[in-house]
């Protein structure tokens, strides 16, 4: 069943009934077989991005002046949300490409933004955020990966990067690799951001790692080997990066958040459906008690899921500050999707457990939802400080 | 070159249909409808001859309910340069005929009386009669090119394929023409987030039946050739047959199949 949405636009409703409509011809006739190849030969659907892209929907948060769409985020994260109903690992992507951008539509200069922004927002272009080491997950200020200054004093002109990051979507299928890397040694305020291009010589790519889901967002090592990166490419100040860091991610959460609320209502249709016609003892599963409330607790998670995110995603579009609220919206969306999809394999049984349906498939997908971008544990962090300061 | 799309507001296939009870035509209340998708390769069809063109416009028309000024937007979110939606009481329950009475007057009135070039799907996906591209085409006395699965626009001509089931017929017409267009002609292209921006701006007449001069006579439920006398839902589908297998399963499966005379 499509979620009842209140869109604040007639443009924004627009935009969901188009969502709506590549997501039903395009996504869901191909996600199946496009996961379970991926599992096996590794397989990244560029083409299903080509075709977001040109429809716009690649860039629909950033500002117009950038070649963005300028829409605001309650709307951008009910499109992301409505993707991720038809094809999770493609709501991932569209919310990382988003992550890639926001430092330069944020901290750049207008100089960068010009140069930068009209490609990586045309929608031809994909981008990897290049956080997370092997040492340095959820410690970001642990990192290793070295920006080495060239130039005789003064301003540099250049940098050299060298070092591992890890995890890193999109890598090998990106365009630009938004870098974090170190500039000093003052642990979080030595760190600074850098957008890569692609072609840099001396960037190279691990294997793909062979994940539990999510199969078709590929995600490997990226190693840097005096990867010379241009000065002009550097955002914001040297020791800014964590800063800049952290706020991509505060948004970045609420991508994750929407995208899980989409794959939840995902499991809660699945469920609700097969419910109502499995019968056993003589009736439909759905008539016992024992197991309607079950489900209706998952339209409880998914609908609370939906409005945290979106209370978040409103008091950014006012331009005020919302960074509890988007790791509560992340903790609560993301944990609801992983009870929501696990309770779905219940009510489905045995035929649950099975690839038949795609119930444990949402089951393994709902998983990464508590881990990237900030772990569950991680959010609660953000959040305790923030009420308890 | 200026091309005239007609397209058709049809229920949404995915949804329940019904007829109403009292007149038995179709129940558009409460059904979500859409842009015929037969039309929208129509809709990309003259796009695309007007982009390589480099100049022209593509007007879409409509006949139908207020809620078929949906199918109007839908194309011009495709890229479609202006709409005509005619809408008029006195048209609900018109038969083919009477239909393509309506569009054919508002195709001159469109264009001037001159129309250049007029494109339609093969066939609405709600009533699929399929015969609408030829009346309007007798009344508009153009010739009628119907069921290209490729088309070119030559100086004066337009030239299309038509697949049969036994061969291929490559067909030429002196323009003005109407061509009807398969599903086989081209990959309709999604509306982008320019497209539905764009759209808003875009201007959609909106007539009624006195605008064209056709009086109500001659239109709706009571002037038209055929009526439907009564309606039958389809029963569900009853459970096959079930033959247990008691050492002839394959006898008893071919007699059933030569019962059927499938074999
Ligand atoms: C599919 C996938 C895609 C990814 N994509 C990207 C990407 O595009 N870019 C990128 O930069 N990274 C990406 N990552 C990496 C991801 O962001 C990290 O895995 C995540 O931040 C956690 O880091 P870690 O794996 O090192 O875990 P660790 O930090 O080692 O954590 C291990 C466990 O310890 C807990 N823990 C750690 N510190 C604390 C604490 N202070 N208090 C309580 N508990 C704590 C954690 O919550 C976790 O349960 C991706 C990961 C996956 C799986």
Redesign the interface.
């Known amino acids: 069943m499509a979620a009842t949405r209140l869109m604040p636009t007639e443009?924004g409703q627009?935009?969901i009934d188009?969502t709506r409509?590549?997501c039903d011809k395009e996504l869901r006739p191909r996600v199946d077989e496009a996961e379970r190849a991926a599992a096996r030969d590794e397989s990244f659907p560029t083409e299903v991005f080509r075709?977001l892209g040109?429809?716009?929907?690649l860039s629909?948060p950033q500002p117009e002046e950038f070649g963005g769409?300028g829409q605001p985020y309650e709307v951008y994260l009910q499109v992301v949300e409505e993707i991720a109903s038809a094809w999770m690992s493609v709501a991932v992507g569209v919310s990382v490409h988003s992550l890639t951008a926001h430092p330069v539509t944020t901290f750049g200069t207008p100089e960068q933004q010009q140069a930068l922004l009209p490609e990586m927002l045309s929608g031809d272009q994909l981008g990897a955020y290049c956080l997370s080491e092997p040492l340095a997950g959820s410690d970001i200020g642990s990192m290793t990966t070295r920006a080495v200054a060239e130039g005789s004093g003064g301003e540099p002109t250049a940098y050299r990067l060298r070092g591992r990051k890890a995890w890193i979507s999109h890598a090998g299928h990106a365009d630009y690799y938004t870098t974090f890397a170190r500039t000093s040694d003052e642990e979080g305020r030595g760190l600074s951001c850098f957008v890569v291009p692609a072609d840099a010589p001396g960037i190279t790519f691990g294997t793909p790692e062979r994940k539990m889901g999510l199969h078709c967002d590929t995600v490997r090592e990226v190693m840097y080997d005096d990867v010379p990166v241009d000065a002009s490419r550097r955002i914001g100040a040297e020791g800014q990066g964590m800063a800049i860091a952290l706020a991509a991610l505060d948004a970045g959460r609420l991508g994750i958040a929407a995208a899980a609320t989409g794959l939840a209502q995902s499991a809660l249709d699945l469920a609700a459906g097969y419910a109502q016609e499995r019968q056993q003892f003589g009736r439909p599963i759905a008539a016992n008690q024992g197991l309607a409330f079950l489900i209706a607790d998952m339209e409880a998670a998914v609908t609370s899921a939906r409005a945290t995110y979106l209370h978040a995603a409103r008091l950014k579009d006012a331009g005020r500050a919302y960074s509890k609220e988007a790791a509560v919206a992340k903790l609560t969306a993301t944990d609801a999707a992983m009870r929501v999809t696990t309770d779905a394999v219940q009510v489905l049984g045995g035929a649950g457990y099975t690839e038949d349906f795609p119930a444990e498939r949402y089951m393994r997908e709902a998983k990464v939802t508590q881990i990237f971008e900030g772990t569950n544990q991680i959010q609660r962090l953000v959040i305790s400080r923030h009420v308890l300061r | 070159m200026n091309i005239v799309v007609c397209v058709k507001y049809v229920p949404d296939a995915q949804s329940d249909r019904s007829f109403r009870d009292s007149d038995r035509t179709v129940d558009r209340d409460g059904v979500d409808g859409l842009l015929s998708e037969l039309d929208e390769y129509a809709v990309e069809e003259a796009l695309k001859i007007v982009e390589a063109a480099g100049e022209g416009e593509v007007t879409v028309l409509t006949v139908g309910p207020e809620a078929a000024a949906n199918a109007i937007k839908k194309a011009l979110q495709m890229g479609a340069d202006r709409g005509v939606h005619v809408e008029d009481e006195a048209i609900h329950g018109s038969d083919a005929a009477a239909t393509s009475l309506v569009l054919a007057e508002a195709v001159r009135k469109a264009t001037g009386g001159t129309p250049e070039l007029v494109m339609t799907g093969m066939s609405s996906t709600d009533g699929v009669m399929g015969v609408v591209p030829a009346m309007l085409a007798e009344r508009l006395g153009l010739p009628q090119v119907t069921y290209a699965s490729e088309l070119t626009v030559g100086e004066g001509t337009v030239t299309i394929r038509r697949d049969g089931d036994t061969a291929s017929e490559t067909i030429e017409a002196s323009l003005p023409a109407l061509v009807s267009v398969t599903d086989q002609i081209n990959e309709p292209r999604y509306p982008s987030f320019k497209g539905i921006m764009a759209a808003k701006k875009k201007p959609v007449e909106q007539w009624g039946l006195a605008d064209l001069g056709i009086d109500t006579s001659q239109v709706g439920l009571d002037a038209a050739w055929t009526s439907v006398v009564s309606v039958t839902k389809r029963p569900p589908r009853a459970q096959g047959q079930i033959v247990a297998d008691e050492g002839d399963g394959g006898s008893r499966l071919a007699e059933f199949l030569a019962g059927q005379k499938f074999i």
């Open positions: 443009e627009d935009l188009l409509e590549i075709t040109k429809a716009g929907l629909l769409y």
